[in-house]
């Protein structure tokens, strides 16, 4: 509703990041995740990043100097954040094997980087809190597409940054690309 209301203002003061096989229902936000979603854990302080990008190419006509008309040509909906804790589920989901497993043997994780690497899809579902209200981001069908150069100092955290990206449903009936859903 247009106009000045102060409880329509959403800070995002604390939230989490979780993944899932693709498709998977994310739920409304009040309702518990299920058991499919996996919590990344910690995240930077700086947050999730949310870009919705929209290419719009001009019509272009003789009898006028200005467009007449644009036709959309593209969408790209992406989402950054960086990763703080490193363990059997987020060194994969950064590396690109996204939900495979790896279980610890005798207290050492290994992952093996692939030569040869598939893009795994998978859902993703972000929630922030802000007092009694909750905020749910989904997206059904996402990849990681880009991952951030990761720095080994002796004064810092590493971080494991990734960037995904939203792709168009293959779910029957069609899921949207994604949703915000606040409570």
Same mark, same amino acid.
């Given at each position: 509703m247009a106009g000045w209301n102060a409880t329509e203002i959403r800070v995002a003061g604390t939230g989490n990041v979780y993944i899932a096989p693709k498709n998977t229902d994310l739920g409304a936000p009040g309702v518990a995740v299920g058991g499919d979603w996996k919590n990344l854990g910690y995240t930077t302080n700086d947050g999730i990043k949310f870009t919705k990008k929209d290419k719009l190419d001009p019509v272009d006509v003789w009898q006028s100097s200005a467009a007449v008309r644009f036709l959309q040509s593209d969408r790209d909906?992406?989402?950054?954040? &960086?990763?703080? &804790?490193?363990? $059997?589920? =987020?060194?994969?989901?950064?590396?690109?094997?996204? &939900? =495979? $497993?790896?279980?610890? =043997?005798?207290?050492v994780l290994r992952y093996d980087i692939s030569a040869t690497p598939t893009p795994v899809e998978f859902a993703l579902g972000i929630e922030f809190l802000d007092g009694e209200s909750q905020t749910r981001f989904y997206v059904p069908r996402a990849v990681v597409?880009?991952?951030?150069?990761? &720095?080994?100092?002796?004064?810092?955290?590493?971080?494991?940054?990734? =960037?995904?990206? $939203?792709?168009?449903?293959?779910?029957?009936?069609?899921l949207p690309l994604a949703s915000w859903m606040s409570k």
């Amino acid at each position: 509703m247009a106009g000045w209301n102060a409880t329509e203002i959403r800070v995002a003061g604390t939230g989490n990041v979780y993944i899932a096989p693709k498709n998977t229902d994310l739920g409304a936000p009040g309702v518990a995740v299920g058991g499919d979603w996996k919590n990344l854990g910690y995240t930077t302080n700086d947050g999730i990043k949310f870009t919705k990008k929209d290419k719009l190419d001009p019509v272009d006509v003789w009898q006028s100097s200005a467009a007449v008309r644009f036709l959309q040509s593209d969408r790209d909906l992406t989402v950054k954040f &960086q990763l703080m &804790q490193i363990n $059997a589920d =987020t060194l994969p989901f950064f590396m690109g094997s996204g &939900q =495979t $497993a790896l279980t610890p =043997t005798d207290g050492v994780l290994r992952y093996d980087i692939s030569a040869t690497p598939t893009p795994v899809e998978f859902a993703l579902g972000i929630e922030f809190l802000d007092g009694e209200s909750q905020t749910r981001f989904y997206v059904p069908r996402a990849v990681v597409t880009d991952a951030d150069e990761v &720095q080994f100092t002796k004064s810092g955290p590493v971080k494991l940054g990734v =960037t995904i990206n $939203a792709i168009a449903s293959d779910a029957v009936p069609a899921l949207p690309l994604a949703s915000w859903m606040s409570k």
